[in-house]
């Protein structure tokens, strides 16, 4: 991690709230399904924020997992690096990224370099983690190892093709959506301004 001083103020109450954002549930879940999808030689680090975050850090382990889903010899980053000068480990975090938002997560999913670098927002590293899973569940291309249970299925188009018989009979119908008048009647109105005569 960078060499930072305390934040005080704004700063400070900003980053408490950012850190409230980070799961343990979801760090558990998510670190069963790396070491499953990567090989079991990939050690598990202890529960905790800070362990997670040191875990993943160098990036070996992200671009390992992004290269898991992809078949043999398709895989988006080559080489992986086992060096640890800082730049080169920024540089295998930023290549699974790339390759991530390749894969199809959404930009919006995707978390930037320093917050997992600097631990700046680990609860952002989580969504992508997440994105990718459910991404990977999805495709269903028999990359993906693990329990189906622990991704959601994003959703798949469905599109649905009407002949030109079925959209002319529709524009006839009245959807109840846009409301009804059935049962409706002016009984007990009065006009405007005047007072209602209660008997």
């Known amino acids: 991690m960078a060499n ?13 709230k950012i850190d409230q ?32 975050q040191a875990w993943l850090m160098d990036g070996t382990i992200l671009c390992r997992l992004i290269n898991s889903l992809y078949p043999r010899g398709k895989e988006p980053i080559k080489k992986i690096s086992e060096t640890q000068m800082a730049f080169k480990q920024m540089e295998k975090i930023s290549q699974f990224l790339q390759a991530a ?7 919006t999913d995707i978390f930037q370099t320093v917050d997992l670098w600097e631990a700046k927002d680990m609860a952002a590293v989580q969504r992508t983690l997440m994105a990718l899973g459910s991404l990977a569940l999805t495709n269903d291309d028999g990359h993906y190892r693990g329990d189906r249970d622990w991704f959601h299925k994003k959703a798949q188009s469905n599109r649905r093709d009407f002949s030109d018989e079925q959209l002319r009979q529709g524009q006839n119908l009245i959807g109840l959506q846009m409301g009804s008048n059935r049962g409706a009647s002016q009984s007990g109105m009065t006009g405007y301004g005047q007072h209602r005569q209660i008997m």
């Not at 930072?4 to 408490?16: F, I």
């Not at 938002?101 to 930009?107: C, I, K, L, Q």
């Open 21 to 52: 954002k980070y799961d343990p549930d979801l760090e558990a879940k998510l670190v069963d399904w790396i070491v499953v999808q990567c090989g079991s030689n990939i050690d598990r680090p202890q529960p905790g924020r800070q362990n997670f």
């Open 101 to 107: 938002e390749a894969y199809g997560v959404n930009t």
């Open 4 to 16: 930072r001083g305390p934040t005080y103020g704004l700063s400070r109450e900003v980053q408490e």
